[in-house]
């Protein structure tokens, strides 16, 4: 192929044309080079046609440079649009092939479980249930009267003092913070027929300290039975029950005697923990006794036909020393990492 080529406007069209037809067909930047390298760099007809200016007739030149610096410019452009369009669309492919999907299904609410001291006492309520108990209930907010005075309380029994029991104004009304889950004894005697077995567990208050062994609010369950010819030996077979169940076969109870105005005679009642933490030993568990008869005349109950059982303890203690917790705090803070180490029983 010689260096130079006769200029003409149809040589000229002919090597543009033939330069967009290659850009159009170039379908990646690679292949585009190539049909630039073949149509508009050194050696491709643009080029030499380009050459052939310096052999124009001078009259010519004029028209004839136009013509081929027009037809340059052309194919210029039409290469930088087509490198472009390569480009975005190589860039697109590149995104598209590269594309990682990062959305997960994700569950926003962890799931929740329910708290030990929750599940300690289904545990227990279950126990009695098992036996044929009934679960019964009572305000939490309760009159002075089922609280106190109905439960043989003297009107100046030192637990009714400040010091002691959340009043709610207007204190004419004689509302409190039930101390214990014993008002439910009386209660349940009046909305029930004898023979009553009956298992009340729930949230009690006391102006305590927030510590390690205390809580203000905390919770007890209180048991009550009344029928014909209940004893101590009903109590304590009971007891021992409920203690094996939680504890272990070799779990029992003993009494120790002690003093509550609605039981005679009352008990402090300890319990053998078989698989206490620092080793087996009895552990002050509660309270119980038989019915004062002052309390069951209280419930209309003639005390001459009717005696009973009735026993409380708390559920933050049993759980203290059933699962070695060491601080009661722990208990009321609600932070799942505590839970957690109990399962997460829903
Ligand atoms: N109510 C008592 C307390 O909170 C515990 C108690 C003692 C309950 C003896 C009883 C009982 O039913 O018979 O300290």
Redesign the pocket.
């Known amino acids: 192929m010689s260096d130079s080529l006769t200029i003409t406007p149809e040589a000229v069209a002919a090597a543009v044309q033939d330069a967009l037809a290659a850009f159009t067909a170039a379908e990646d930047t690679a292949a585009l080079k190539a049909a630039r390298a073949a149509h508009a760099a050194e050696a491709s007809p643009l080029a030499k046609l380009n050459a052939s200016l310096r052999s124009v007739a001078p009259e010519n030149k004029a028209e004839f440079g136009k013509l081929v610096g027009q037809a340059r410019g052309e194919v210029n452009r039409a290469f930088t649009e087509r490198e472009e369009q390569l480009a975005q669309a190589e860039t697109a492919a590149r995104l598209e092939a590269e594309r990682i999907d990062i959305t997960a299904v994700a569950s926003r609410t962890r799931v929740g479980a329910r708290h030990p001291l929750t599940l300690l006492q289904e545990q227990i309520s279950d126990i009695f249930v098992g036996m044929g108990w009934e679960i019964a209930e009572g305000p939490e907010l309760e009159h002075e009267w089922f609280n106190f005075d109905s439960?043989n309380f003297d009107v100046d029994h030192p637990?009714r003092q400040m010091q002691d029991t959340f009043f709610v104004d207007p204190v004419e009304r004689h509302l409190v913070m039930r101390?214990?889950?014993?008002p439910v004894?009386m209660r349940t005697m009046l909305e029930r027929d004898v023979p009553i077995y009956a298992l009340c567990p729930g949230r009690?208050y006391r102006t305590d300290e927030f510590d390690a062994t205390h809580l203000p609010v905390f919770s007890?369950f209180?048991?009550?039975v009344v029928d014909k010819g209940i004893t101590m030996a009903h109590l304590k077979g009971t007891l021992d029950h409920a203690a094996k169940v939680l504890f272990g076969p070799e779990a029992k109870t003993r009494f120790r005697t002690?003093y509550?105005p609605?039981?005679e005679p009352?008990?402090e009642?300890d319990l053998w923990h078989p698989t206490f933490k620092g080793g087996a030993r009895w552990i002050e568990w509660?309270?119980?006794?038989?019915?004062n008869p002052n309390v069951l005349r209280a419930a209309g109950l003639d005390p001459e036909v009717y005696s009973g059982?009735?026993?409380?303890?708390?559920i933050e203690r049993t759980l203290m020393f059933r699962s070695d917790v060491q601080d009661m705090r722990d208990m009321a803070e609600g932070d799942v990492r505590f839970s957690e180490q109990f399962g997460m029983v829903v």
Do not use: K, R
Request: net charge negative; hydrophobic share 45%.
């Open positions: 439960l637990a101390t214990h889950t014993s004894q009690v007890q209180e048991g009550i002690n509550f609605f039981t009352s008990a009642l509660g309270g119980c006794g038989m019915i059982f009735a026993f409380g303890m708390g």
